[in-house]
Structure formats: structure tokens, C-alpha cells
């Protein structure tokens, strides 16, 4: 088992002000505790975040969606949302973050690693098609799950699992009507950003392919990996996935101050292990991993650690 790590320092450089969660931090203890552990560090396969190529951006963002935030970046700082500020490097820690998802698309289907895990900042999966929103400025795998498809010919069908507390609303807009790529998301609800209940589906060709698992706050760990297991099994049954994407948002966790989940790092190291197990069934263990939430610095690098060291096989 090899595992792909693509990083880049500009993450510490998308400066988003004073007592802001999505911080620069978020970064530098995620890849200090994955250094700190060096039996783990010396197998992992390390990749420089490239950047995204304006096109891989654009099969997924709207050509204004992208200068607007390119105008906010070149006027020095400014709000997209309430919750989204970008600063003098935000657009390149944006592409950076696209890219790096798109480099460990590379690395799993060129043979050089069996799964891969991007570490980056801003998160994307809030980004919709023509706006920014919730931190978020492009929409990281979902650019990364466009590029698989249009890179490779064997990548048909993806299917994206998100496990972020919040409901992947960009993600979930960007596929809705499309049968080829399947999103599944379990979060806590009502939440922000208030999508993600049963009833959405899908539509047109793509009805039926999206899954919506909205949890409760305070729901039991043993509970929501009961019903995220379900969930793997129900779709599953009825679509083959060529590649598996995972939004790995750690704020579920039962200290992340953005959420009311109750998860701890061995569920997050068991969900893992769960969706490699489907990897390995359908689609010779291609899994790419990409960091969303997570917003406790006391506990993120350990729960991060863990992640990457199950996708490594501990």
C-alpha cells in the first residue's frame, strides 16, 4: 500500500484575518503531526501541489465565478460571503488546492500510489458552480473528479463520499443532474448551509444519484457509522464507481467548535478503512482523499494522521 501526501506551502499564505476557523494553522498542525511521525512520514509519497489549469477550474466554475474571485485577489482583500475572505495569495492557494487534488488523481491512476490524500487549503466543497461561499472559492474535487474523467479513459463513473458535518452543497450542485458521478453526503442537520435533506435526489438524468444521510446533532459515533455504512452498501447495489473521492471534513469530530457530531479518530480511521474495502471490490483501491473542515487545532493533526495512516494501511 502506498499513499500519495500533495501539499504546498502557499496554504499558510491564504490569509483569512484575526479569530477566523479556516486559518493558516489548520495547515501547519496537520503536516507537523504527520512529520511527527516518522515510521508514516518516510512511506508516504510526497507531490508539490501544481497549479490547477484555468481550463480544470472552468469545467466546474463558471468563467465569472472565476474572475470574481481573481478581481478580489488582485484588489488585496475582500469578502466573497459573509464567511469567505480572500487576501494577496488566496487565488493561487485556490488553484493550488484544485491542483493538488488533481496531482493525486494522477498519482492513483498512473500506478505511483494506491490512494492519496490532498492536504490544502481553503476547502472547496461549498464552492458552487458560480459563487463562493462557506470558505470555500473553487470547488476542489469536484475540479479533481472533471479532470478524472476527461483525463482517463478507464474513469467513467466517481463516486464522491462526503463526511464533512456540513452538507456538500457545491459538490452536490455541480453533479445534480449527472448520472456519471454519484455524491453521497452525511452531515449534521439542520445545518449550515441548510441543503442536504432526504428528498434531494438529483434530477433530470442524474435523479437518483445523489444520497442525502442528514444526522442529527448528537447523534451516537456508533450510530452515524451505522448508517454511513448503510448508505456505502444502498449504492453500492446499483452503481460501480471507477474512482472514489472522498471530502474528508473532520469537524464531525466531538470537539470540532463548527459542529455537534460525536466522532472520534477511530471512527474516522474505521470509515476509512470502510471505503478502501469498497475500493478495493470495485475499482482496484483507487481512493483520493481531500481535506474540507476540521477546525479544532488541538485535535485536527492527530485526526488527520490517522486518516492518512489508514489510507496507508494501519
Known amino acids: 500500500m502506498t499513499t500519495s501526501l500533495a501539499h504546498h506551502r502557499i496554504s499558510v499564505e491564504h490569509d483569512t484575518g484575526a479569530n477566523h476557523p479556516e486559518c493558516p494553522e489548520r495547515y501547519t498542525v496537520a503536516l507537523d503531526a504527520l512529520g511527527q511521525d516518522a515510521e508514516l512520514w518516510e512511506t508516504l509519497r510526497l507531490i508539490e501541489s501544481p497549479l490547477a489549469a484555468r481550463g480544470d477550474v472552468l469545467a466546474c466554475h463558471t468563467p465569472q465565478h472565476y474572475k470574481r474571485v481573481e478581481q478580489a485577489v488582485d484588489d488585496g482583500r475582500g469578502y466573497l460571503d459573509a464567511d469567505t475572505l480572500v487576501s494577496l495569495h488566496s487565488l493561487e492557494a485556490a488553484l493550488r488546492a484544485a491542483g493538488g487534488a488533481c496531482a493525486c488523481v494522477d498519482a492513483v491512476m498512473k500506478g505511483e500510489a494506491t490512494n492519496a490524500f490532498s492536504l490544502a487549503r481553503p476547502p472547496g466543497h461549498h464552492a458552487t458552480s458560480e459563487n463562493a461561499m462557506g470558505f470555500c472559492l473553487f470547488n476542489s474535487i469536484a475540479i479533481a473528479t472533471r479532470y478524472a474523467q476527461q483525463r482517463f479513459r478507464e474513469i467513467e463513473r466517481v463516486l464522491i463520499i462526503d463526511w464533512d458535518v456540513h452538507h456538500g452543497n457545491g459538490t452536490q450542485g455541480i453533479f445534480y443532474d449527472d448520472p456519471s458521478v454519484f455524491f453521497f453526503s452525511i452531515h449534521q442537520y439542520p445545518w449550515y448551509p441548510g441543503s442536504g435533506a432526504r428528498g434531494e435526489t438529483g434530477m433530470g438524468r442524474g435523479r437518483g444519484y445523489t444520497l442525502n444521510v442528514p444526522v442529527r446533532a448528537g447523534t451516537f459515533a456508533q450510530e452515524y457509522r451505522r448508517m454511513f455504512e448503510a448508505a456505502l452498501d444502498e449504492i453500492t447495489a446499483r452503481f460501480t464507481p471507477d474512482l472514489v473521492m ?39 483501491s483507487r481512493v483520493v482523499s481531500c481535506l474540507e473542515g476540521g477546525y ?18 494501519s
Open 296 to 313: 479544532n487545532l488541538d485535535t485536527l493533526g492527530g485526526t488527520i494522521r490517522t486518516h492518512v495512516a489508514a489510507l496507508n494501511g
Open 246 to 284: 472522498i471530502s474528508a471534513g473532520f469537524d464531525a469530530h466531538r470537539d470540532d467548535p463548527l459542529g455537534q457530531l460525536l466522532l472520534e479518530d477511530t471512527d474516522f480511521a474505521q470509515m476509512t478503512r470502510t471505503v478502501k474495502e469498497l475500493a478495493a471490490t470495485h475499482c482496484e
